[in-house]
């Protein structure tokens, strides 16, 4: 009886081994056949940072969550270090559909959409909170939506934290020190005259020369935010890290209207649904980043100088001309941005 019992036991073991077999092999050709669906959609994507700079790391969230949601319908291939071309260049591409989707600073495209030199005024936010206020507000989609009128579509808004200056002479601690100073900025008619309304000197410049122009004393400093400061090591020939956040200017993620058109409506929701998250997940990376960063840099002994407020309202008040000059036409917007953070 007993001997009987055991081979009962082990016909049952083994039935549901075989079972369990069965069921992990289907699952393993279920996930290979999801694996190698040829997809309907191959597209490209822009970006000129490196692999692991938080708005790269937000293109490749934004691939994985369309090919995920798409059904493996959608693949989105993600060319980082600008190896696609500049940013002038990946507009136009972008524009005539060459290049599917990217991720643009605002600099560049203002020059074809003169409204969005707008968020790109200095000392136009009281911080980081009253920026997304805004942005995520009907204004930012207004914004967004103004992109349209140069074929293309405005999907998300990337995080790229504040601007500041950086010396290497001696530290920005009152307007004064601005005077006469040769600081470089971005290839923008805009930042140039907000340097030279601070009474400082101005010059455009290839952002891989900076190093060696701020070490030979070519230039005496030049603005960034705190990973750029950080990851270009310009902290090691420019020691003074003046906190006066002139800009905090947000960073666009695009899709062609050319590809856009292609798609099906429930294709664009799904993409404009990752655009979305994507931009949630890499502000996240971008807010750790920049305290490592900033946690680098004064570890290596670099002084930073944060201006009180009645100094930093003279900077803002010394760069009353530079809205005159480019933002005359939208002076309406700015007084609704400046009301949203009251």
Wanted: hydrophobic share 40%; charged share 25%; net charge negative.
């Amino acid at each position: 009886m007993k001997e009987r019992q055991g081979i009962v036991k082990k016909i049952i073991v083994c039935l549901m081994l075989c079972t369990a077999v069965i069921l992990f092999a289907c699952g393993k050709a279920e996930q290979m056949e999801a694996n190698s669906k040829i997809p309907e959609f191959v597209l490209t994507y822009a970006e000129n940072q490196a692999e692991d700079y938080p708005t790269t790391q937000g293109a490749y969230k934004f691939a994985e969550l369309v090919k995920k949601r798409s059904g493996g319908r959608i693949e989105i291939m993600v060319n980082a270090g600008g190896s696609l071309g500049d940013e002038r260049s990946v507009i136009e591409q972008l524009q005539f559909g060459g290049i599917d989707f990217a991720r643009v600073s605002l600099s560049v495209l203002a020059d074809q959409v003169p409204k969005l030199n707008v968020l790109q005024m200095p000392y136009l936010y009281t911080g980081s909170d009253h920026m997304w206020k805004v942005l995520e507000g009907k204004l930012g989609d207004d914004f967004l939506k103004s992109v349209e009128d140069i074929d293309l579509m405005g999907l998300s808004w990337y995080d790229a934290g504040a601007r500041n200056f950086y010396s290497s002479q001696k530290p920005i601690t009152k307007l004064e020190d601005m005077k006469g100073m040769v600081i470089r900025v971005q290839e923008s008619e805009l930042m140039m005259a907000m340097v030279e309304a601070l009474g400082a000197k101005s010059t455009a410049m290839v952002y891989s020369d900076v190093y060696s122009a701020l070490q030979t004393g070519t230039i005496g400093g030049a603005e960034n935010n705190w990973p750029s400061y950080d990851s270009a090591s310009h902290y090691e020939v420019a020691k003074y890290f003046t906190l006066d956040e002139h800009t905090r200017v947000p960073e666009l993620q695009l899709a062609s209207e050319v590809t856009w058109n292609r798609l099906s409506p429930e294709d664009q929701a799904i993409i404009k649904e990752c655009a979305m998250e994507s931009a949630r997940y890499e502000r996240e990376l971008w807010r750790e980043r920049e305290k490592a960063s900033e946690a680098k840099v004064r570890a290596a002994g670099c002084q930073v100088i944060e201006l009180p407020s009645e100094e930093k309202a003279r900077f803002q008040e010394a760069v009353t001309p530079v809205y005159e000059k480019f933002c005359s036409d939208y002076m309406d917007i700015i007084d609704a941005i400046v009301a949203a953070g009251k």
